[in-house]
C-alpha cells in the first residue's frame, strides 16, 4: 500500500496564530486538494496527523473539530480525492502525552489504523515537530514551504534526509514522478 501522511494546518489548509476554531476558518491552501485527489486517483492513501491543542486550551470542543474535518473530507472529495483517515493529539504542549507530535504516537496510530508499516512513508508538515516525528517513526520527512514552513527552513537543524518543496502539490508532483520511475 502507499501511503502519505499530512499534516493539516499549513500544509492542507491556511495556518493561523489564532487556531483554527471553525468550520469557516478552514480555508484549504490553493492546490492542496486537487493534490491529495491526484494520490487518490494513483491509488494512494491519504492520512492526516494534526495536534490540536485548541482542544486543551478550550478554545473549541470535539464536535467542532469534527465539523472542521468534515468540511475538509467534503473539500477534498468534491476535488475528487479521498482522506482515509485523520488521527489528533487533543492535548497541550506540556501534557507528557505520546500523540503530540513531535512524538511519533499519531504515526503509530495511523500505522495501525490502516494495518501498515511505516518505513519510508511519506510524511509533510511545515514544522519541525512533523519532521521530528516522522523522523523518529522511522518515516521520510518532507517539509512544504507554506504554513510556517519558511520559518522552519529558516531556523534549519533539519532531520536528516529531509526534502522541502514549496507546496503540497509539488511534492505530489515528485512522489508520482517518483514512482513512475520505479515502474510501480
Avoid at 492535548?91 to 512524538?103: F, N, Q, T
Avoid at 490502516?114 to 514544522?127: F, I, K
Wanted: charged residues 25%; neutral net charge.
Amino acid at each position: 500500500m502507499r501511503l502519505v501522511i499530512l499534516d493539516r494546518d499549513g500544509v492542507i489548509n491556511r495556518d493561523s496564530p489564532d487556531y483554527i476554531k471553525s468550520p469557516q476558518e478552514w480555508i484549504p491552501l490553493p492546490g492542496s486538494l486537487e493534490a491529495i485527489a491526484r494520490l487518490s486517483r494513483a491509488g494512494w492513501r491519504v492520512a492526516v496527523a494534526t495536534n490540536q491543542s485548541g482542544l486543551a486550551r478550550g478554545l473549541f470542543d470535539a464536535a467542532t473539530l469534527e465539523a472542521i474535518h468534515e468540511r475538509m473530507y467534503r473539500a477534498v472529495e468534491a476535488a475528487g480525492g479521498r482522506i482515509d483517515c485523520i488521527h489528533h493529539c487533543p492535548h497541550g504542549p506540556e501534557d507528557g502525552c505520546d500523540c503530540r507530535k513531535p512524538r511519533p504516537g499519531l504515526l503509530h496510530r495511523i500505522a495501525r489504523d490502516l494495518g501498515v508499516a511505516l518505513e519510508g512513508v511519506p510524511v509533510v508538515g511545515d514544522s519541525a515537530r512533523d519532521l521530528e516525528a516522522a523522523r523518529a517513526a522511522g518515516c521520510r520527512p518532507i517539509l512544504v514551504r507554506t504554513g510556517n514552513g519558511e520559518r522552519t527552513l529558516a531556523r534549519g537543524a533539519l532531520p536528516a534526509q529531509t526534502r522541502v518543496f514549496p507546496d503540497l502539490a509539488a511534492v505530489v508532483e515528485h512522489l508520482l514522478a517518483e514512482e513512475a520511475g520505479r515502474g510501480d
